[in-house]
């Protein structure tokens, strides 16, 4: 398989739970990115890493989100305390350096979270 | 504060019909523009994509023509099937940030 995997494609979870999601970008692909798609919207940057490094985190990652890749391979996105308004899809996406061009990403299915 | 605008929300087109899809930005620091395809339930995959230097992309049935003055770029596509049936999305990356900034969508529908 040499697409972005993301599991599990479904949560629901009840208001105050936590939940956690894993991402395996592309094996030779160092960026690795998470986005977040509400409903009727394109998808919203949160956060990204280069190798085990996290680069850059959007202000919409509020302090109950913290993301990891700890040896610059998989990754996870942990909520924490969720609440109703995190109920969106999780977007994973990796991307290869390739020097001062930027090529785009290659992004997984997702995972859909709903909390009730 | 919405840095790429899409337009139209959502568009129908007969089969074989060309469906035009425009997007506007405002950050001159954007250097490279995505169009991107999503189907229900899945990731949006990159369809075709264009730097600024350039005024026109031409893959397949898909072109990209841009306008740097006018800040403005659109999606067409040629003889559109029902297969092309999606949401479209544009996007503009900015190369410090190495994060893609997504316009609202287009939900196509490709009619018989």
Do not use: K, M, W, Y
């Given at each position: 398989d040499t697409g972005v995997s993301q599991d599990p494609r479904h949560k629901i979870t009840k208001r105050g739970q936590n939940v956690t999601f894993r991402c395996d970008p592309?094996?030779?692909?160092?960026r690795l990115y998470w986005y977040r798609q509400t409903l009727g919207q394109g998808p919203e940057f949160l956060t990204y890493f280069q190798n085990e490094a996290q680069l850059e985190k959007s202000r919409?990652?509020?302090?109950?989100f913290s993301a990891e890749r700890p040896k610059g391979s998989f990754s996870t996105l942990e909520i924490q305390r969720?609440?109703?308004?995190?109920s969106a899809m999780y977007l994973c996406a990796s991307s290869p350096v390739?020097?001062?061009?930027f090529y785009g990403y290659t992004f997984g299915s997702g995972t859909r979270l709903t909390v009730v | 504060q919405q840095q790429v605008k899409q337009s139209p929300q959502s568009l129908i087109v007969q089969k074989g019909g060309i469906s035009i899809i425009n997007c506007a930005y405002?950050?001159?620091?954007?250097?490279y523009f995505p169009w991107y395809q999503q189907f229900p339930g899945k990731g949006p995959a990159l369809l075709i994509a264009i730097r600024p230097d350039v005024s026109e992309k031409k893959e397949g049935r898909f072109t990209i023509s841009f306008n740097k003055s006018a800040k403005q770029f659109s999606l067409h596509i040629m003889?559109?099937?029902?297969?092309?049936s999606a949401t479209y999305f544009c996007a503009a990356h900015t190369g410090t940030a190495s994060k893609l900034t997504f316009g609202t969508g287009t939900r196509l529908q490709v009619t018989l």
């Open positions: 592309i094996s030779e692909h160092n919409l990652l509020s302090d109950r969720t609440e109703q308004g995190d390739t020097g001062a061009l | 405002e950050n001159t620091a954007f250097d003889d559109s099937q029902p297969g092309d």
